[in-house]
């Protein structure tokens, strides 16, 4: 884990966020949303940074590309947080020989009725956990596109909604290429987060061991109770949306955007719908540590899980070793902040 990563967790609760049209409601919300992490503390130990990036995600709408070497329990911590959060999933291994129609469902046809009838892939969830999405040819790949984008897939002419809520959580190794397919950028400005998980610390990893030496299961998520469910999750969205943001802060995000566009180590830098997710996560972790309003601080812890898999650099960047954290921490530093 990074420390731009480790630096969403811990809120201080400061100050309530006012909600004129449901004023009892927002603290009761956001203790129930923190209780989230607790629950999945149960099965994930030392992966803070990563439970609260998932519920930005949740928070938002938006989705979540995983990446980390094997082991580090990606996938343990998207089921322990679906659990958690009282929503289904369904868990999606992709593989070189897996089609579209294996994601997003295809029409099939009866026998008995001499029809053709829809059958319903497992993109049809709340949480898709995206298992090495880049072990998939791209055409399988863009199978997730409309559905990450519009919460929808399209067969046949007929439009068929997603559940509410939906969220796409995707892992990718980082080490083996052998056999990958990397993503396209049009689908990589799809996830609002990128999230690097990391092999945990001493003191973390002798915490697994004792979990695993007195008995505990992967396998088997029963300790983990749902302490939310999914209409308090909407409410707490349209909390999350009443966060105000004033103009120079708006003018904050707008001049980090055009300042990874103009460093002479990028070839390509965000888009508008990256500054759009920025804001949007801003708003959600200003909601989570007991913020009314983003200040540029939300802003800044935001910015490198948010922006770091859509900054594209150039070759003889990439050769002296420079990396795309580094590049955004060099933006950071270099762009005038709002008093």
Not at 91 to 118: K, N
Not at 229 to 239: F, G, L, N, W
């Given at each position: 884990?990074?420390?731009?990563?480790a630096?969403?967790?811990?809120?201080?609760?400061?100050?309530?966020?006012?909600?004129?049209?449901?004023?009892?409601?927002?603290?009761a919300?956001?203790?129930?949303?923190?209780?989230?992490?607790h629950?999945?503390?149960?099965?994930v130990?030392?992966?803070?940074?990563?439970?609260?990036?998932?519920?930005?995600?949740?928070?938002?709408?938006?989705?979540?590309?995983?990446?980390?070497?094997?082991?580090?329990?990606?996938?343990?911590?998207?089921?322990?947080l679906?659990?958690?959060?009282?929503?289904?999933?369904k868990?999606?291994?992709?593989?070189?020989?897996?089609?579209p129609?294996?994601?997003?469902?295809?029409?099939?046809?009866?026998?008995?009725?001499?029809?053709?009838?829809?059958?319903?892939?497992?993109?049809?969830?709340?949480?898709?956990?995206a298992?090495?999405?880049?072990?998939?040819?791209?055409?399988?790949?863009?199978?997730?596109?409309?559905?990450?984008?519009?919460?929808?897939?399209?067969?046949?002419?007929?439009?068929?909604?997603?559940?509410?809520?939906f969220?796409?959580?995707?892992?990718?190794?980082?080490?083996?290429?052998?056999?990958?397919?990397?993503?396209?950028?049009?689908q990589?400005?799809?996830?609002?987060?990128?999230?690097?998980?990391?092999?945990?610390?001493?003191?973390a990893e002798?915490?697994?061991?004792?979990?695993?030496?007195?008995?505990?299961?992967?396998?088997?998520?029963?300790?983990?109770?749902?302490?939310?469910?999914?209409?308090?999750?909407?409410?707490?969205?349209?909390?999350?949306?009443?966060?105000?943001?004033?103009?120079?802060?708006?003018?904050?995000?707008?001049?980090?955007?055009?300042?990874?566009?103009?460093?002479?180590?990028?070839?390509?830098g965000?888009?508008?719908?990256?500054?759009?997710?920025?804001?949007?996560?801003?708003?959600?972790?200003?909601?989570?540590?007991?913020?009314?309003?983003?200040?540029?601080?939300?802003?800044?812890?935001?910015?490198?899980?948010?922006?770091?898999?859509?900054?594209?650099?150039?070759?003889?960047?990439?050769?002296?070793?420079?990396?795309?954290?580094?590049?955004?921490?060099?933006?950071?530093?270099?762009?005038?902040?709002?008093?």
């Amino acid at each position: 884990m990074t420390e731009s990563d480790a630096a969403i967790t811990n809120p201080e609760h400061t100050e309530q966020p006012e909600q004129p049209e449901q004023p009892q409601q927002p603290e009761a919300l956001r203790e129930a949303m923190n209780r989230v992490r607790h629950e999945v503390g149960k099965a994930v130990v030392g992966q803070d940074g990563a439970v609260t990036g998932l519920l930005i995600a949740v928070l938002t709408g938006g989705h979540v590309l995983i990446e980390g070497v094997p082991g580090v329990a990606k996938t343990l911590l998207v089921r322990s947080l679906s659990r958690a959060l009282g929503l289904d999933t369904k868990r999606i291994q992709f593989t070189p020989d897996l089609m579209p129609g294996d994601v997003s469902g295809s029409l099939i046809y009866d026998a008995r009725t001499g029809e053709f009838e829809f059958r319903e892939g497992p993109v049809f969830t709340n949480i898709v956990l995206a298992d090495e999405i880049n072990r998939t040819p791209p055409k399988t790949q863009a199978a997730l596109l409309e559905a990450m984008e519009e919460h929808q897939v399209s067969t046949d002419g007929v439009t068929r909604h997603l559940p509410d809520p939906f969220l796409v959580a995707a892992t990718q190794n980082p080490i083996e290429h052998e056999g990958t397919y990397s993503l396209p950028e049009a689908q990589l400005d799809r996830f609002l987060l990128k999230l690097i998980i990391g092999v945990p610390s001493r003191d973390a990893e002798l915490a697994v061991l004792r979990r695993h030496a007195s008995g505990f299961d992967p396998r088997e998520l029963g300790g983990i109770e749902a302490v939310v469910s999914a209409d308090e999750i909407r409410a707490a969205r349209r909390a999350v949306a009443s966060v105000t943001v004033s103009d120079d802060v708006l003018a904050y995000v707008v001049d980090l955007a055009r300042a990874t566009r103009e460093s002479p180590s990028v070839q390509l830098g965000v888009s508008p719908r990256a500054s759009t997710g920025l804001l949007a996560a801003a708003k959600a972790w200003a909601w989570l540590s007991g913020y009314s309003a983003i200040t540029p601080d939300h802003v800044q812890t935001m910015v490198v899980p948010t922006w770091r898999h859509r900054v594209r650099l150039r070759t003889e960047a990439e050769l002296e070793g420079v990396s795309v954290d580094a590049v955004l921490g060099s933006v950071l530093q270099q762009t005038r902040v709002p008093l």
